[in-house]
Structures are given as C-alpha cells and as structure tokens.
C-alpha cells in the first residue's frame, strides 16, 4: 500500500494489541469490498483504540471508500501532528466533495489555529474552490495577530504560490514585508501569472 501505510503501521505497532494489529493490517492490504466492510466496522465501533481506528481510516480513505470521512477529519484536527499528516494524506485521495470545506473550517478556526498547518496544505493539494479564500482569509489573520504561527503562515504563503490566484497578490505581498516570510513571500509572487493584456480593439474601416 506504499511507504506512508507502511510508516502508520510501523508507529502504531508499539501500541497495538498484536493479533488486532496483524488481523487490521491483513484487511487493509487485501482491499475487498468484505475486507473494507470490516474495516468500516472498525469505524462504527466507538470503543475501539484510537491506533485501530487510524488504520481502518487511512485504509478505507486511500481506497476512496468515503466512510473514512469522519475519522480522518477528526484525526487532520488531532493535536498530534504526525497523526494529521497521515489523515491529510489519506484526505487527499479520499475525494470526498466535503473534504475542503471541512478542511477550510479547521483552517479558519481561531481556537486551532497552532493544529491548522496540515488542513492549509491539504487545501493547497485539493486546489478546490475553497482553498484560496481560506488561504488569503488565514493569513491576512496571522499576518494581523500579535501571535503569527510562522508555520501555519509559512505554509499559506507556499500553498497561494502554488495555486497561483491573483487574489493572493495583496496578502502576499503584505507578508513580504516581514523578515521571516519575505523570500517565500517574493517566490509565490513570482509564481502568479501577470495581468493578461486585453486586446486592443482594431478599428474597421468601411469599404469603399
């Protein structure tokens, strides 16, 4: 299943009950529809350990089944930064329509803000209509606060390069005036396409 599945199972390894462990990891590499239905069992069960329900969760959504949806949103807004990694990758190929307003509600979340970093570059990824409003909406935020979150920052800078939206050319160019995002700032600038010309209009002249 790939080298993030194999590093969320290694993590959880330590943690987990052995034969669970081997039977979840089992189900997730066969990806039957029956395998899946076990692992969405999995989900549905409120009393299973948080490791179990990361795996079930990354499983089902890298195979785009979306009863992951829930769990992996509850995991991006974890306050464990390796577990919202794993969520924001699985959230990815997921290709559920809510993920990016979800993720754009967790970004835009004042109390979170210091859990945003992994929903902002999920926005980024999504490229989804909601990803540069929320961007802009974000940094102008950080940008005006007496407390930044440089990389929360960071990241919507880089994120509203990539995207390349000429909305961002205001905030961006807010944020190069402070020292610490300045050359991110600049680059992602340099990454909006400029203003097309319009074309001038020719004049027709009648025939004789």
Aim: a positive charge; aromatic letters at 4%; charged letters at 25%.
């Amino acid at each position: 299943m790939g080298d993030a599945f194999r590093s969320l199972t290694d993590r959880v390894r330590a943690e987990a009950d052995p034969a669970e462990y081997e039977r979840l990891v089992r189900l997730a590499r066969e990806g039957t529809p029956a395998a899946r239905d076990e692992l969405a069992a999995v989900l549905a069960e409120s009393q299973r350990p948080l490791w179990a329900r990361e795996v079930a969760a990354f499983a089902l959504g890298t195979a785009g089944d979306r009863r992951a949806f829930e769990t992996l949103i509850f995991m991006l807004n974890y306050r464990d930064p390796v577990r919202c990694a794993t969520a924001a990758h699985a959230l990815a190929r997921l290709r559920d329509p809510r993920t990016a307003r979800a993720a754009a509600a967790l970004a835009t979340n004042e109390l979170r803000t210091g859990y945003a970093l992994h929903a902002v570059r999920l926005l980024t990824a999504l490229r989804a209509p909601e990803s540069v409003p929320t961007l802009i909406s974000v940094l102008q935020r950080l940008l005006m606060g007496p407390v930044h979150y440089w990389p929360i920052a960071e990241a919507c800078v880089q994120g509203l390069g990539a995207l390349g939206d000429r909305r961002a050319v205001a905030v961006l160019g807010a944020a190069a005036e402070h020292h610490r995002l300045s050359p991110s700032a600049k680059a992602a600038l340099a990454r909006i396409p400029a203003t097309p010309r319009r074309a001038r209009k020719r004049s027709v002249r009648p025939h004789p």
